[in-house]
C-alpha cells in the first residue's frame, strides 16, 4: 500500500531543506539544554520495527518497517545524562523544521515502540516522511509521530506549548485503542468530519510534495 505524506494542511507546502548533516537541541526546565548530532545518535543501540501506521483523519499504513533507536534508550543515555530533567518531568516536547509542534506524555514516549526513526523500508528517510530524523509511536494517533524534528524538550507542564490549529484536536494521549482523537469530543464522533475532509488534505500534501520536487530540480 502506498504510504501518503500527510499532516496539518498548512504544513502541506512547508517541506524543511535537505539536511547534510543534523543538530537536535535539548531542552526543558532543566537549567542546562546541549545539542547532539548523529555522533552521540549512532551510539546508541540500533533497532529495527514493523509497526501499523494510524492517523486520526481515518487511513491506515500497515507493516512499515522503521529503523532508529528506541527514545527510551535515547532518553536514558543521552537525555538525562546531558540535561538532567526535572524528576517531575511529565510532558516532551517535539519541535519540528517544518514549523509543527506535538506534545506526548513522558510515559507514553518511554513505551518500547516508540522510535527515534533515521530509515523506512530500509532506506534512508526521505524528506517526504520526515528527514533527517522523526518520532514514530505506533499505539498513538499519527498525530504524535513527529516528523522532520528540530529540538525536544522535557517539561513539567504544558506551560510552553501550544498545538499549532485549535488546542482541542490534539488528545494529550492519542490512543488508538482507545479511539482518542481529540481532547473535548468523542473520538467516534469525529471519524466522520476527519474521513470528508482526509482525501482533500492528500491532494494537498502530494501537491506540496511536487512543487517541491520541481523547485529543487531547478
Ligand atoms: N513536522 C510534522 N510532523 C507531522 C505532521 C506535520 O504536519 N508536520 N503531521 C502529523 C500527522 S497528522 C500525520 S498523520 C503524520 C503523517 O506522516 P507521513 O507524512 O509520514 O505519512 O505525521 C505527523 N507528523
Ligand atoms: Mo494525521
Not at 505506533?138 to 525536544?152: M, N, V, W
Not at 470528508?196 to 502530494?206: K, N, P
Request: aromatic content about 12%; hydrophobic content about 40%.
Amino acid at each position: 500500500t502506498e504510504f501518503p505524506r500527510f499532516g496539518l494542511p498548512r504544513f502541506a507546502h512547508l517541506l524543511p531543506k535537505p539536511q547534510a548533516s543534523w543538530r537536535l537541541p535539548l531542552g526543558g526546565d532543566a537549567a542546562r539544554s546541549v545539542e547532539i548530532g548523529a555522533q552521540q545518535f549512532r551510539s546508541l543501540a540500533r533497532v529495527e520495527q514493523t509497526s501499523d501506521f494510524h492517523c486520526v483523519a481515518t487511513w491506515s499504513c500497515r507493516a512499515l518497517r522503521w529503523g532508529g533507536v528506541r527514545f527510551r534508550d535515547f532518553y536514558e543515555r543521552i537525555l538525562v545524562p546531558a540535561i538532567g530533567p526535572e524528576s517531575s518531568a511529565r510532558v516532551v516536547i517535539f519541535r519540528c523544521l517544518d514549523g509543527y509542534t506535538v506534545s506526548m506524555l513522558l510515559e507514553d514516549a518511554l513505551e518500547p515502540d516508540v522510535l527515534l526513526a533515521d530509515t523506512l523500508e530500509g532506506e534512508p528517510l526521505a524528506l517526504k516522511h520526515g528527514a533527517p530524523l522523526r518520532l514514530v509511536a505506533p499505539r498513538h494517533y499519527g498525530y504524535k509521530s513527529a516528523k522532520h524534528l528540530q529540538a525536544i524538550e522535557v517539561w513539567r507542564d504544558y506551560r510552553n506549548y501550544r498545538y499549532p490549529t485549535f488546542g482541542f484536536v490534539e488528545h494529550p494521549r492519542a490512543r488508538v485503542r482507545y479511539e482518542e482523537r481529540a481532547r473535548a469530543l468523542p473520538g467516534w464522533l469525529l471519524r466522520y468530519p476527519y474521513r470528508l475532509g482526509m482525501l482533500r488534505i492528500m491532494r494537498q500534501f502530494q501537491a506540496g510534495l511536487e512543487r517541491h520536487s520541481k523547485d529543487s530540480r531547478r
